[in-house]
């Protein structure tokens, strides 16, 4: 009788996802908006989903400028290389489902942050990375890199609002040259959370095929709590769980 492997890592979230919860900053930024750091994912796709209050989300893609209004119950999601801008409009509260769990907290994020920043990687590193803990120091901190990324935002938005994606293409391109070095990582973390999870269900698909059902005896149930609570985020106050596959979280980084 055929039954399915063993997975890869230990009873991950479906399709080994990674969830957050998030409170969207209500922090002023230079252009009168409130709201979390611009940035972009270089492989994930993250998707929004909205459980309480009003607010957007701001994209920047090559087809174009996009204010994508939330409130409870919507659901918006971008692809990788979009620039995501979540917007507080009152007591925004989002659960945040991010493809790929472990490679964004792996680095899978770039900030908006000026050219002459994304330039150097010691300096970008400087620029994203906070302070441990989660006092004023390390609010503070978040802040400057949100105005940061705000600043360099506005430049491609102005940009691309006037009809050119050229200054959005080379941040695009400088972000994945800051990240190149570690794709070999990434690539581990893939083949052993997302990769492994698919090719566990074509084993399971294949063993019902051939008549085997043991894999079903490994059959449980599993339940997790948030290991810390109102962290700074990219986006806002970050709820975390620490799930399998995970590492450190990205939006600390």
């Known amino acids: ?10 009873h991950p979230l479906p399709g080994a996802v990674g969830l ?3 409170s969207a900053y209500d922090w002023e930024a230079a252009d009168g908006v409130c709201g979390g750091s611009p940035h972009l994912h270089l492989v994930c796709t993250e998707a929004y989903v909205v459980t309480g209050g009003r607010g957007a989300v701001q994209t920047l893609s090559p087809d174009g400028y996009r204010d994508i209004p939330l409130r409870p119950g919507s659901v918006a999601w971008f692809t990788p290389g979009t620039v995501h801008r979540m917007v507080q409009g009152g007591g925004l509260r989002i659960t945040v489902l991010m493809q790929n769990s472990g490679l964004p907290e792996a680095g899978d ?10 330039a150097d990687p010691r300096t970008y590193e400087a620029a994203a990375t ?28 102005q940009a691309l609002v006037a009809g050119d994606a ?13 990240v190149r070095e ?4 990434w690539r581990e973390l893939w083949r052993c959370g997302a990769l492994a999870a698919a090719e566990r269900t074509g084993a399971q698909l ?6 085997g059902d043991d ?14 609570l109102g962290g700074f985020g990219m986006c806002g106050r970050r709820d975390e769980y620490a799930l399998p596959g995970a590492t450190l979280p990205y939006e600390d980084r």
């Open 109 to 118: 994020a770039v900030f908006t942050f000026p050219p002459e920043v994304l």
């Open 166 to 178: 050229g200054p959005l293409r080379e941040f695009q391109r400088a972000a994945a040259r800051l």
């Open 1 to 10: 009788m055929v039954s399915a492997p063993g997975p890869a890592l230990p």
């Open 130 to 157: 906070l302070p441990p803990g989660g006092g004023a120091g390390t609010e503070a901190a978040a802040l400057r890199r949100r105005d940061l990324a705000v600043e360099g935002y506005l430049l491609l938005r």
């Open 20 to 22: 957050s919860h998030l």
């Open 206 to 211: 294949d063993a019902l095929a051939a008549g």
């Open 182 to 185: 570690k794709v070999p990582r």
């Open 215 to 228: 894999y079903l005896a490994d059959a449980t149930a599993h339940r997790s709590e948030p290991t810390r």
